[in-house]
């Protein structure tokens, strides 16, 4: 019995691979997005403190260097800002990704759909080929009966 080859196996193997790439790049900047926005809230957490540092120093009377927290609330308020324009483009990123990753995934099933369609063909050819020996075999077998066979 044939065995099944799909011609364009190749081609669905390149395209299941693409997506393949995509998933792992999306997992990546997914991971990358989880950093920063870790790094966000330690930098929350961090500008808490000195805020708490902050208040307790007025409280005490011992704030010598008060230009210093203008600076430190300059420094938090930057890197805060930064690193949240960071997670926005990483999550424009992650959108550009998803859609990419829905065309391949497309390109992938219409791929699949046409491997489909050629084995159910090729089921139905070896379907019909053997109908066709099963009929050869009936007449063969008829004609021999009714003597029509000569051999």
Known sequence: MKKFKFRYESVL???QDAEDRIKNTLAAVISERQKKVNAYEAMCEKEALFQNHITESLQTGNAKGRH???DGQQYYAKHKKRISEDISQLDKDIEIIKID???AMKERKVMEKLKEKA???FIEAIEEADA???EEIVNYHNNRKEGHYSG
Do not use: N
């Open 132 to 134: 066709k020996v099963i």
């Open 101 to 103: 990753l829905t065309h």
């Open 119 to 121: 084995f159910q063909d």
């Open 68 to 70: 210093l927290f203008y």
């Open 13 to 15: 193997k390149m395209r």
